[in-house]
């Protein structure tokens, strides 16, 4: 069964652009998270999609976006890109979401995409 | 706002030696989840090993086991025998009602 996957694995921009970083979940899960992983920071939470609906977002700014598609796959839009915005980003799909229901999904984990701003 | 604290920010140990990553964490709930999360040089992060809060008994996994002290915070991961392939960073995370917070992490290197 294939694992989550990301692309592209490395994207290159320039200040003031717009990124477009994609999902695939693996098949059956219906949730997707996004993930900010800048160097020394962690794992920061950007986003989380259920069912096509965004049911949570991390302390970001609105320039960070996305959507998820009637198949799961989920886009991450990064407009008006700051030098900051450099860092990896992670999409992991579970079956079901958090909220409402106390039991636990395994988050699986994409390899991520790489995101230089220049 | 619930938050993980990991001290570690390295640690490098023997092979075959035992090593234990600290982890603290910050939260009003009283039903929650750890985790530890491992992230190779190859950047898949990959679940090491979970533990529910209710549960007392502390979660083992092969060679990976944790000591979970609900009342003063605390999740550790300690592996046994450690292997060259255990070389990671490693993630303590926490999952409460919305979405789960992790750790800065701690980059072990398992040297032979």
């Known amino acids: 069964e294939a694992g989550v996957t990301q692309s592209p694995t490395h994207l290159i921009k320039t200040r003031g652009q717009q990124a477009t970083l994609r999902c695939s979940p693996i098949?059956?899960?219906?949730?997707v998270y996004w993930y900010q992983q800048a160097l020394g920071l962690g794992l920061q939470f950007l986003l989380w999609y259920d069912e096509g609906e965004e049911r949570n977002r991390g302390n970001f700014p609105p320039r960070f976006s996305g959507r998820q598609f009637p198949n799961y796959s989920s886009e991450l839009n990064v407009n008006a890109l700051e030098l900051e915005d450099s860092a990896l980003y992670l999409c992991?799909?579970?079956?079901?979401?958090?909220?409402?229901?106390?039991?636990?999904?395994?988050?699986?984990f994409g390899p991520g995409t790489r995101l230089t701003v220049l | 706002a619930q938050t993980v604290t990991q001290s570690q920010p390295e640690m490098s140990v023997q092979e075959a030696e035992t090593v234990t990553l600290s982890c603290t964490y910050d939260?009003?709930?009283?039903?929650?989840?750890l985790f530890w999360y491992k992230q190779p040089p190859s950047r898949q992060m990959i679940l090491v090993i979970r533990q529910e809060a209710y549960k007392q008994q502390n979660a083992t996994e092969n060679r990976f086991s944790v000591n979970f002290q609900k009342a003063a915070k605390s999740f550790s991961l300690k592996i046994s025998d450690s292997q060259l392939g255990d070389t990671a960073m490693y993630f303590c995370a926490f999952r409460g009602a919305q979405k789960l917070v992790f750790g800065q992490g701690t980059r072990l290197t398992i040297n032979p």
């Open positions: 098949s059956g899960h219906t949730s």
């Open positions: 939260t009003s709930e009283s039903n929650y989840y």
């Open positions: 992991a799909s579970s079956l079901m979401g958090l909220a409402g229901e106390r039991g636990f999904n395994e988050q699986f």
